[in-house]
């Protein structure tokens, strides 16, 4: 079988779907990453060790964003998608968020782009598609030349949200008979291939979900394929103290490196992260560069900032972790069974995973207008010394730990590949 992967070329997205792509290989399986070449990105598709090959013209993500620092578009502005307060989901706030992020999916797919793909695709002859939910070209791809598509989630399932929002919001105005921005386009790209539109091009034949269940959404249209998480980190030796017994709690902080790499500004301040974490009887593992500690004038001396460490191996030893929500950091923590107190970002689904898992009970979130040392201080504090956010957090690993993992999903993978 011949599997083409297909996904946004950033580290994070690219290591969120390398898992499935190890297991399909170990099974014999041909696979290989099939998409645009980010130019910062080339060694992140290298360290999967899974072949990979560019089509279209690059793109450097990165700079695109740099462009973009103003106006109101789907990564600033009034409407964005990470938004998770039931009383903006205005009819405003839904057109905007759908219609914006239907652009975006339509940047990620230029003619040119899939005129190149479907050419190699009908050369190759792929078996099966699987996609990320930033990469529509993927299932067009995948219809044009006839063969099955799953989507795999690296992050709570914002796409299904936005679209289900936008169709409860249609059902309730019956007299407006505009177009639906994604099927209008989603038809004419595919049909300029000879083939026809249906739901499926939305959110895959199924979708592979390797996030706790209790981050999905009710009420959305998916076919979820619940798998273990698969941590994955850049390939490097393990320095010989992230293994040590720590003398003291060990704390881990770190602001995820997608945005570090793509932006090169932080929505918090670190500064009040790190004055919050002073002072306490823990040891701190800042996963914070230069740059990153740039604003910061002395480093607490419980600090330990290093460039890069391997987050699972760190957290086998950690008693909680400080994050800004991003879908990566929150499997690994979970996988270790580790509160979490996030101070969630605006990228995506940071909040909304945020607020799910308070609820769950195995972690905080301190809001981004709300960052002082006193409020991740506090947070902070109750995650150590309160035993229900550890022993809740150990039960969210074990049940974790009981999904199938994405080996034993391989012979349904095979069964769908044989659907055509």
Known sequence: MRVMLMVFPTRTHVYSMAPVGWALAAAGHEVRFVGQRNPREVASFAETGLDAMWFGGDLDIARHRRLQVDGDNAMQGGFRISESRPERYTEEYVRNVYEHWVDVFRWTTPDPLLDELVRFARHWRPDLVVWDPMIYAAPIVARAVGVPHLRM??????????????RDLRASR???????PFVEWMTAAVGRFGADYDESLRHGVKTIDCHPSYLRYDGVDVDYVPARFVPQNKPMAIPRWVLDEPARPRV?????VSNRQV?????????DLLNGLAGLDVEVVANLDANQLASVGTVPDNVRAVDFVPMNELLAG???????????????AVVNGVPQLVIPGTTWSERVSAVAQVKRGNGLLVDLEDVTPDSVRAGLQRLLEEPSFRACAAEVRDEVLATP???DLVPELERIARWR
């Open 405 to 407: 993992t994405l080996d």
């Open 252 to 256: 881990m902080l770190t602001l995820g």
């Open 318 to 332: 950690c008693s909680a972790i400080v994050h800004q929500g991003g879908g990566a950091t929150i499997g690994n």
């Open 263 to 271: 932006i090169g500004i932080e929505e918090t301040s670190v500064a």
């Open 153 to 166: 989630m690296y992050a709570a399932d914002q796409t299904a949200r936005i679209a289900a929002q936008y």
């Open 174 to 180: 019956p007299d407006d008979r505009s177009p639906d």
